[in-house]
């Protein structure tokens, strides 16, 4: 049986991201998104006529996976929602962007300054194969108690380890250890624990 363009994504295989599933798993996305980023801190926990109408319950919705206490500042951004991943006391502050084409595993207790971004997806460097539309995703682990500063880049397939400082306007390329500072582009360790 042939792989539908979604298992291709989650497997990081060449898709197509114009896939008609696809498509349509990311409207229902940016339609949540669109309810959470117009949210007020005051918004009640309630449903209005069947739609999640609080920030903490549309994030229940819109990700695969949220833990308590999570507080996440809007405008938030993301794919898909349903391949985020999120632990206890997860803090992002405003302008985050997760594009979540593959899994993104956020430990507990993670905290994000304005504008991380959290890149799975990427794209071919052969012109011919990035020309016919096939795009390409890798998961992300990001452990328990890092702290990410702000405008940090966090690329395709890259695993932080936990109690691990990542430095503002750093752009992970490659996996950070657990325990360490780690600055700069590429990013790397500049101090253990």
């Known amino acids: ?17 114009f896939d008609a599933e696809l498509v349509a798993e990311r409207n229902i996305a940016l339609r949540l998104l669109r309810m959470y ?11 209005w006529h069947g739609v999640p109408a609080s920030r903490s319950q549309i994030l229940q919705e819109l990700f695969g996976q949220v833990g308590q ?15 985020i991943y999120a632990g206890d006391g997860l803090y992002m ?3 985050c962007v997760i594009l979540d084409c593959n899994t993104v595993h956020i ?7 304005p504008y991380v971004q959290i890149y ?31 405008g940090a880049i966090i690329c395709p397939g890259v695993t ?9 306007g750093s752009v992970v390329v490659k996996d950070i250890p657990a325990n ?6 590429p990013c790397r360790v500049i101090r253990k624990l």
């Open 160 to 168: 932080i380890g936990d109690n691990t400082t990542i430095g503002a």
């Open 37 to 47: 980023n117009s949210t007020t801190e005051e918004q009640q926990e309630e449903r």
């Open 93 to 95: 502050n405003y302008g």
């Open 180 to 185: 360490v500072v780690a600055v700069g582009n």
């Open 107 to 113: 430990g507990d207790n993670v905290l994000c300054a």
């Open 1 to 17: 049986m042939e792989k539908t363009e979604k298992q291709k994504m989650l497997a990081g295989e060449l898709y197509l991201g």
């Open 120 to 150: 799975t997806a990427y794209h071919p460097t052969d012109p011919e194969t990035r020309l016919s539309g096939k795009e390409l995703a890798a998961p992300i682990k990001i452990g328990n108690n890092v702290w990410i500063g702000g």
């Open 69 to 83: 206490n999570v507080t996440i500042l809007p405008p938030l951004h993301c794919d898909y929602g349903k391949n």
